[in-house]
């Protein structure tokens, strides 16, 4: 298993749409500490061929945190808020990295 996040909520359930993945399957605050899918092994490679990047785990808590930030704003919740843009803020230099070595 592994966690899928993305840039935007809408792009995360894009791609979940097209792993054929339930909507209910979504995790989300707070029972889960950032929004996300959890992937099996036997979908990840479905969906790094449909253009998934596999990430590091510091890279991965940076759009987690990303996305997270999204999720808190649509919900006004002020505590997670600022929670995730702390995260943003100290997680930046690993996605300045990650885009480097993709470009």
């Known amino acids: ?9 809408s792009e995360l359930h894009d791609m979940a749409d097209r792993l054929q993945m339930k909507r209910d399957w979504f995790q989300e605050p707070p029972k889960a500490s950032h929004p996300h899918y959890d992937i099996p092994e036997a979908r990840r490679a479905k969906a790094i061929a449909l253009g998934a990047i596999e990430v590091d785990d510091r890279t991965g808590l940076h759009f987690a945190a990303r996305l997270g930030l999204e999720w808190a704003e649509l919900q006004q919740d002020e505590c997670r808020i600022l929670k995730y843009t702390r995260t943003v803020q100290r997680t930046d230099r690993y996605r300045q990295a990650f885009i480097g070595r993709i470009e």
Do not use: K, N
């Not at 298993?1 to 909520?9: G, R, V, Y």
């Open 1 to 9: 298993m592994c966690h899928m996040t993305a840039d935007t909520l």
